[in-house]
């Protein structure tokens, strides 16, 4: 019951400590529908973007074989990770996150899209 405790910043309480069944089922969806085109689950098997296996805290910009964008290059040098709050940052406006990423994805306006993406990129674990 204790993961149900209220957090006292607004950001957290959007991304509950145990998403739920059809958070995950919606969020394994988006994947497949929209972030498939581009990466796979699958280790070092890379499309247009990286491979997304065990990116949840991952630091950014570390697949070793994956060709980055200077711009990720350069942003992976500050060696933060995927944690929630970069990922609904990046996933909100890919552009604004890291300037002149290669990333084509306009972003998801919808909190309630990125959270069941993060969920699920959570979910699957390291
Ligand atoms: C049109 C292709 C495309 C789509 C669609 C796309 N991505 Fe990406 N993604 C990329 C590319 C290319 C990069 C590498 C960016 C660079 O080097 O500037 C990337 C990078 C990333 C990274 C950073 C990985 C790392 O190793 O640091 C994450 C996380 C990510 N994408 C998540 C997503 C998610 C989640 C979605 C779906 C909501 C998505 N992407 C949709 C092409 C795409």
């Given at each position: 019951m204790f993961k149900h405790i209220v957090f006292s910043?607004?950001?957290?309480a959007a991304l509950p400590v145990s998403a739920s069944a059809d958070d995950l089922a919606r969020g394994e969806e988006l994947f497949r529908?929209?972030?498939g085109a581009?990466?796979?689950?699958?280790?070092?098997r890379h499309r247009t973007g990286p491979s997304l296996?065990?990116?949840w805290r991952r630091p950014?910009?570390?697949?070793a074989d994956f060709r980055?964008?200077?711009a990720f290059v350069e942003r992976s040098k500050s060696g933060d990770v995927w944690n929630a709050e970069a990922l609904d940052t990046f996933l909100k406006?890919?552009?604004?996150y890291i300037?002149?990423?290669?990333?084509?994805?306009?972003?998801?306006?919808?909190p309630a899209d990125r959270a069941a993406v993060i969920a699920y990129l959570k979910s699957l674990g390291k």
């Open positions: 910043c607004l950001f957290l529908s929209v972030c581009c990466h796979s689950l699958t280790p070092g296996h065990a990116v950014i910009g570390n697949v980055y964008s200077a406006k890919p552009r604004r300037k002149r990423t290669r990333m084509q994805f306009k972003g998801f306006k919808d």
